[in-house]
């Protein structure tokens, strides 16, 4: 069994959907969880930092962890064209010099 | 600001020669990571440095290998390159602090023939 399991897509949903992307992982070791927006041809960048459980809310951006089920979930609310992009959820042990373990990531197409 | 910058953007390379891929960062930041990206396979580590002077193995480091002269400054280097290198290189860095978030580079895109 893979650390993180990331269902590839593609996810196709219409401009304005809720959009939801999620990572199961193995290791209950994981405390630190990360969201990151890749766009084609260029390099990651961080969407969400989320410590342990809970949520934590950022615009149209919403992260959820449950531990309990090693389960971790990215909403996008009214969804834009411009969202169309592979997300990479990434997780740690640890904080501070810490190596990320990384979903394979998901590509969303959102259309017009 | 810059942040990360790499080079080249792109490279085409005859197996067998070496190349040497750089990486250069101005936030200061404490730890860097270079990882390839491959269809299918995600991110992967190669290889990383917490501090300058020290680094050390990912994922996969076989075939690569790591300096860290200085603070801003992490080159990769193949030394004698083979197809199965043809990928998407990216360096990232991060503070090393508590909220230890890794910001990456653009990339360079590399073929090896």
């Known amino acids: 069994q893979k650390e993180v399991e990331q269902d590839p897509g593609p996810l196709s949903v219409p401009e304005g959907a809720i959009v939801s992307l999620n990572c199961t992982y193995s290791?209950?070791?994981?405390?630190?969880f990360m969201w990151y927006r890749q766009y084609s041809r260029k390099g990651p960048e961080l969407l969400m930092y989320?410590?342990?459980?809970g949520n934590k809310e950022d615009g149209r951006f919403t992260a959820q962890v449950d531990k309990s089920s090693k389960y971790i979930s990215l909403f996008i609310r009214d969804s834009q064209p411009s969202d169309s992009a592979t997300y990479l959820c990434?997780?740690?042990?640890?904080?501070?010099?810490?190596?990320?373990?990384f979903g394979k990531g998901t590509m969303l197409l959102v259309s017009p | 600001i810059a942040g990360i910058t790499q080079a080249p953007t792109s490279q085409i390379l005859a197996a067998g020669r070496r190349m040497t891929l750089r990486c250069t960062q101005d936030?200061?930041?404490?730890?860097m990571y270079w990882y390839r990206q491959d269809l299918g396979l995600g991110l992967r580590l190669i290889h990383y440095?917490?501090?300058?002077?020290?680094?050390g193995k990912g994922e996969v480091p076989d075939g690569y290998s790591v300096s860290r002269a200085n603070t801003d400054d992490f080159p990769l280097t193949l030394a004698s390159a083979v197809p199965s290198q043809t990928s998407v290189y990216f360096c990232?860095?991060?503070?090393?602090?508590?909220?230890?978030?890794?910001?990456f580079g653009p990339g360079t895109r590399l073929t090896v023939l």
């Open positions: 990232a860095s991060s503070p090393g602090l508590e909220v230890d978030t890794q910001y």
């Open positions: 290791n209950s070791a994981f405390q630190y």
């Open positions: 989320t410590y342990s459980s």
């Open positions: 990434a997780m740690t042990r640890r904080s501070g010099y810490s190596t990320l373990t």
């Open positions: 936030m200061r930041h404490n730890a």
């Open positions: 440095s917490n501090t300058a002077g020290t680094t």
